[in-house]
């Protein structure tokens, strides 16, 4: 049996419950979600990207630094955002 594992985030003085991928090449935000946290000012350049299906894409944009905290642990993270609504999304770095 799949399990998968979600905590609660803080990002942007909001709670957001999010799937942890401790395989992960690089963490996503959706762009619905960037816009709902109301930092889509942050989300700055392009990127291309291989899916797990090997289909090139190309992100929204890149977010540096964005401060999230989970409990008592306060981190600094970049996020990738993505325009999607497939939540299954793996995404290898296209040198």
Same mark, same amino acid.
């Given at each position: 049996?799949?399990?998968?594992?979600?905590?609660? =985030?803080?990002?942007?003085?909001?709670?957001?419950?999010? #799937?942890?991928?401790?395989?992960? #090449?690089?963490?996503?935000?959706?762009?619905?979600?960037?816009?709902?946290?109301?930092?889509?000012?942050? =989300?700055?350049?392009?990127?291309? !990207?291989?899916?797990?299906?090997?289909?090139?894409?190309?992100?929204?944009?890149?977010?540096?630094?964005?401060?999230?905290?989970?409990?008592?642990?306060? !981190?600094?993270?970049?996020?990738?955002?993505?325009?999607?609504?497939? !939540?299954?999304? !793996?995404?290898?770095?296209?040198?």
């Amino acid at each position: 049996m799949n399990k998968t594992l979600h905590l609660f =985030v803080g990002i942007n003085n909001y709670i957001v419950e999010r #799937l942890v991928d401790i395989g992960a #090449l690089m963490s996503v935000l959706v762009i619905a979600t960037v816009k709902e946290l109301g930092i889509m000012q942050l =989300v700055i350049g392009f990127e291309s !990207y291989k899916t797990a299906s090997c289909v090139v894409t190309q992100t929204l944009g890149r977010i540096e630094g964005l401060p999230i905290w989970i409990g008592e642990i306060n !981190y600094n993270m970049v996020f990738m955002g993505v325009d999607t609504n497939n !939540y299954n999304v !793996y995404w290898d770095l296209i040198s």
